[in-house]
């Protein structure tokens, strides 16, 4: 069968700035699943590095870090927080984990929405005090932004120590590391199966939206939009719970008695114990610290 | 005379819906045969496997495996159980709903520690199978981050390790490169020294032509019309054109044009089985 000449001749009009034109939610909506795809690949990489907490045993690291999340908590001091902080950095840069990188993602996240979150708690109508700012009929009180301080402070250390988990352990060790510390089968089960189904899911979501995005002209309105979405959240789900069922059917198949065992054995080498040494001396030194320069 | 792995007598399988997946099969698998069972898409060939398997139960007639009638209630018992889950493999079609452990060590170990066995019995299984299949490298990778090829032989390997007599395939050529496809037949060639019984299904004719001893035909209204050796099967080529497993495809070659069976599938080259009609000057 012969192309139509007329239309192979012609050239297509080039593209130029007109109204109407910008990124479609379809394309918006797979380069966002894009990114958190390649996130978790990414996490991946990062754990592979040879770096100080990469090398520590994945149950004491897990342990060690939880500890100095608690302790984040516990102590009431800005300047104590702010340390805290600084170890976060410090173990970042000695995990090679990137610095920058890691502060972005925690102020961008944790402390700019702690931030937001308690700001208003500032507000003289909710914390008296001597005024810090004013702002025309209310005013930011001094205590209330030392709560303020403190809160942001403590979030994101907390937040900086829990991100060290998620970026210096492969997501296998992690599930390890719980089902050795007695967490039970099923837990650590539905959690190697949650994160796979989340990436398998990820990925149909993708692609659903490249396929639409390939076949739209316009953008389409916001009513027509949300139909369209509400329709293939349905469709997830339904594809969803038919991978349960095959996933499990898979299970059986290989005689699944109800039990996760694993070839993997950890086993605790010296600097694992040197490092849970320091780690709850320094812990229980920041707390006793505190407690002189607290408030 | 070896013995009879599975008979199947007059069995079908209605879903709840009350749609028909397989209608009044009766069907005998001997021990060390490779059987391919063919037909259209929705024919029930993954249902037949899954049957084969006992993750589906017949709602008419009866299935016996390896002497006993397998049942749901013969599976609630763990000695049944352990005995029928060690013998018979199912390496299901899509290799992501078949890898659900953290990473490919596990993956690979998961069946054999489910059958009770010592570490180092199953240790020395996983890398046997790991040099095998060629997949050493990948076993402290997360199944998640390897290629649809790699996912492929992995799954084979995670039902391989536990040293199966049945493996049962459900569309083993399905997604695998053309590399890959001569890898998977080798390895087919394997079991069938090895002695293993071998049951895939597919809709892929030239696998089926090149791996099976026996090729069983499903039409789409879900019945057995066809069972015989390959070249048996394959001459008859109006079944197939009835079961919709091929389909007449004229093109032309400057003033001649071919009219020809015409299949679909990796691989696929109904010529060598079914031949061609050459009608000249025909446009």
Known sequence: MSAPLSRCQTDIAPAVNRRGGGRSLARKTADSVGHAVADVLQNEELAARPGLLQRLDPRVKLLTLLLFAVTASLVHAVWTLVALIGLTMILAAASLVGVASFARKVWLSAGLFALLVALPSALDVFTPGPAAVTLGPVSLTEPGLMGVATLVTRVVAAAGFALLVVWTMRW??????????????????????????????????????????????????????????????????????????????????????????????????PRDWVWAAASVALCATVIAADRVVGP | MRGTDFTLNGVGHEYRAGATALAAIDLSIGCGQHVAIVGANGSGKSTLLKMLDGLVFPTAGEIVAFGAPLTEAALEDPVFRRDFRARVGFVFQEADVQLFCPDVLDELAFGPLQLGLPEDEVRRRVHEVAGHLRIEKLLDRAPYSLSGGEKKRVAMASVVTMQPHVLLLDEPTSALDPRSQVWLLDVLADWKREGRTVVMATHDLSAAAESADRIVVLSEDHTLVADGTPDEVLAQRELLLSVNLIHEHTHRHASTAHRHAHAHGPGADPDEAHGHQRERGRD
């Open chain 1, 172 to 269: 296998t060790d992690l599930l390890r590391a719980l089902s050795s510390l007695r967490l039970p089968d099923v837990v650590v089960a539905t959690l190697a199966m949650t994160q796979k189904q989340i990436l398998t899911l990820l990925r149909t979501v993708e692609q659903i939206h490249l396929a639409r995005e390939s076949r739209t002209l316009t953008r389409g309105t916001t009513r027509e939009n949300r139909a369209w979405v509400t329709e293939r959240m349905a469709f997830v789900m339904r594809k969803s719970m038919k991978t349960a069922d095959d996933v499990y059917d898979a299970m059986l198949a290989r005689g699944f008695t109800g039990a996760m065992p694993s070839l993997v054995t950890l086993r605790m080498r």
